[in-house]
């Protein structure tokens, strides 16, 4: 045998010798991970919060607070190929009680959280190991059916399981906290209550916000749990209801979070996006294209003609004025509002018998013109209430302040508050407007409202943030101009204004 010979069949054992271990590596890798993820998560009482702790391949290397549904904080903790996500589930309201009444509230806290979270941390590592361990060996053993490779393949973890834990250690940054990066509701966290920096170097000064804070947080949780029953069957058409954002940008951060949480098909705005309509306006519906879901927008007496023309300019809007299109498999119709009050070289008529002529006269064409709707979308209450007896839903705004009436027809008019906060009008009354928004299930086959939800956030300089379950007493209900007896479970709208 010459040189060549021995040269090939080393070549050849050589080969063969490290496509194993390489097929032996990645059985481990992956029996590792699939261990730590089924096995690995924990769970952990941090001072009045329950939270769930878990690792997960990232490259970043990062730790993931997520606070469903307000949003995520993310912390650039190290640098390894593995993250920790910590997930708030649940508020102990006992126990958040007895903390804010505690005097010394403020000076155990910080140990405490301390002191728990790292428990909570010793127990996932611990718990984390042990799982991804008995996944590359199981995975080994059931991939080679040999105990060599199976050991190889746990040795292999532990090896790389050990490296990782070392890098965490060396890249490890602990002023991370102080720098987190916001995502949903909670990117508007440090106009709230300061930045992450001088809460830890002052957090005395912030006692009472974050008191605040966890009262609140403690409060939604308990609204979710005590939601009346509606099995929101998946299938369902998700509609969010918002109106008169008035400029603020507060609006869109709201409306990008509840679209994702709450899994949203489209998305009605009944006007007064924008104060005075003017072209400078214009940029601000630009976020319209954002959303990844149909926007139908119906012109208020704030958006002029150019603001609609925006508008429809938009990836994904619908404009609709004495219009009608079918969206997400809804057919709804749209009415701007006829008057633009921004301009005072114009007079406006704003009589409320002329308002509901108007009204009454584009019902009628409504029953005339246009196929059977699921849904009228206008901006002024007066006006949507002539389409009674026409349609089973109404949705309006204007008034800036939310309100359902389930009217004699049987068609039922949900009168949206302001979901930006009214804008700048917020500093024009003693108390704040809250930003108000809703969720409406309609049913796919039969286009029925069938629950809705409230979201109601505090206002200018406040905090709270609410959740509202409404069940719709008899969805199969008849609608027609004659009364009927049905109830309506949350009262009747309050009288329009002119905002």
Known sequence: MDFTDWTQRLRRFATGRISRAVAVLLVAVGGAWLGIALGGPVRAAVGPVEIGMSAEPSWAGETVVDAHPLGTLLFDTHNAPVGLRITLENINTTRAGALLEDPRFSDQLPALLEKELSEGVRTLILRAALCGLAGALIASLIVFHRPGPALAGLLSAAVLMTGTGAAIALT???DSVVEPKYTGLLAGAPSLVGDAESIVTKFESYRVQLAKLVNNVSQLYDTVSALPVYDSDPASIRVLHVSDIHLSPIAWNLMHSVTAQFKIDVIVDTGDLTDHGTGPEDKFVEEIDSFGVPYVFVRGNHDSKATQRAVAKQKGAVVLDDSAKTVAGLRIYGLGDPRFTPDKSVAVDSDPESLAALGRAHSTRLGQAFEPVDLVAVHDPTIAREFSGRVPMILAGHSHERSTELLPSGTRLLVQGSTGGAGLRALEHDEPTPVAASVLYFDRKTHRLQAWDDITL??????????????????????SPGPTSVPSPTGSASGTTSP
């Open 172 to 174: 490890f940054r602990p």
């Open 458 to 479: 505090g206002g200018l300089g406040e905090q709270s943030v609410q959740i509202e379950r409404h069940v719709e007493t008899e969805p199969g209900r008849t609608i």
